[in-house]
């Protein structure tokens, strides 16, 4: 198929990339006209594990870079959005970026399209973004909005699109779900996997890939609800921790013993600072304020959030009480990434280096 992703961030360059992977033929759409000039030569704005591989192999064939919307949606059959919904006032989602756009595509529809949220957007997107194109002229039989979340984990990215847990498709007519559906095709039939791809599949893929059909409404609240239970699972055990601290107890212990369970399981019980990176913090206040706006107070939300930052300070407390003060003191961190790189030659060597510089810092 013909594929439109607009946005060549994490979200939009790794799916475009997996994307033409599955042999669809996609064009990245930007305004940031250097990044498209370094994303043609082959150099990633980020590091992502087989990312430039992808790139690098279908640009100028399966892959095109372009700054002009309009041409790109009159030529592709589906439109993907996956532009920055960055925190808003009172933790809620950002969403101009991607009204800007929904804007610009609803003056180039000609024909038939499906517009797919791809980016991390609150329940009723959909309907704004179906609202907004009407409102711009789009004749309204000429699209369908279908919302189809990722899930994707920094450092594993392109592997988690081509190996997925699941696959969510949420639309309100079957015709929608079906193409978006199709795209996912040589994932769902096992056709992707039986011609050897050069990305090794994780250790957990069992060779299917899960396909769940669902509303706009219920497939726009899974992504936000999956970040907030796992954020959850984290601020547990940091929370667990203090008690085991205060008794006596070996918080890895607890956690073996409570993640054999199967309802509960191991991952995601790792005691430590607390959860980061670009979306829990992000996505949690996002779901928050839906909850409020729709007139629940949604409290274990408050409370996971509470207890995280509340491990940081207790982090500090910890150094302190080590190191009496601070003052004059130098200090060693090993692991300043938000996630470890591959074993690498190169990050083998960058590791001795970053170790030598801590141990001397330390002396």
Request: include cysteine; glycine fraction near 10%.
């Amino acid at each position: 198929m013909k594929l439109a992703v607009v946005g060549t961030g994490y979200v939009g360059l790794v799916a475009a990339a997996g994307f033409c992977e599955l042999g669809h033929q996609v064009i990245c759409v930007d305004n940031d006209v250097p990044k498209l000039q370094k994303l043609r030569a082959g150099v990633m704005p980020f590091y992502e594990e087989h990312l430039k591989t992808l790139v690098r192999r279908h640009s100028g064939k399966r892959l095109k870079f372009s700054t002009d919307l309009g041409p790109a949606v009159r030529d592709s059959d589906v439109i993907f959005i996956a532009v920055g919904t960055p925190e808003g006032e009172n933790g809620e989602a950002d969403l101009s970026y991607v009204e800007a756009v929904s804007r610009e595509i609803a003056g180039a529809i000609k024909s038939y399209k499906i517009i797919v949220e791809k980016s991390t957007v609150p329940v009723y997107t959909s309907r704004w973004i179906r609202r907004s194109m009407l409102l711009n002229g789009a004749p309204a039989e000429l699209f369908e909005v279908v919302s189809n979340p990722e899930f994707l984990r920094e450092g594993s990215a392109m592997v988690d699109f081509l190996y997925p847990d699941r696959i969510v498709i949420g639309g309100d007519t079957p015709r929608s779900i079906a193409v978006v559906r199709s795209i996912y095709q040589p994932l769902e039939d096992g056709s992707y996997y039986a011609d050897l791809s050069d990305i090794p599949p994780p250790p957990s893929f069992t060779g299917k890939v899960q396909i769940i059909e669902t509303s706009t409404a219920s497939a726009e609240l899974i992504k936000h609800a999956s970040n907030a239970f796992l954020a959850m699972k984290i601020s547990f055990i940091n929370a667990v921790a203090t008690v085991c601290e205060a008794v006596g107890a070996d918080v890895a212990e607890v956690a073996t013993g409570g993640g054999a369970d199967s309802r509960i399981g191991p991952r995601f019980l790792r005691p430590g600072i607390g959860y980061g990176g670009s979306c829990f913090p992000k996505d949690l206040k996002a779901f928050r304020a839906v909850a409020r706006e729709v007139g629940y107070e949604f409290r274990l939300l408050d409370e996971i959030a509470t207890i995280n930052e509340e491990q940081k300070a207790r982090f500090l407390r910890k150094v302190r009480g080590a190191l009496w003060t601070l003052k004059g003191k130098k200090l060693g961190v090993l692991g300043i990434s938000f996630k470890g790189a591959p074993t690498t030659f190169a990050n083998r060597q960058r590791f001795r280096s970053s170790r030598h510089s801590c141990r001397k810092a330390v002396a």
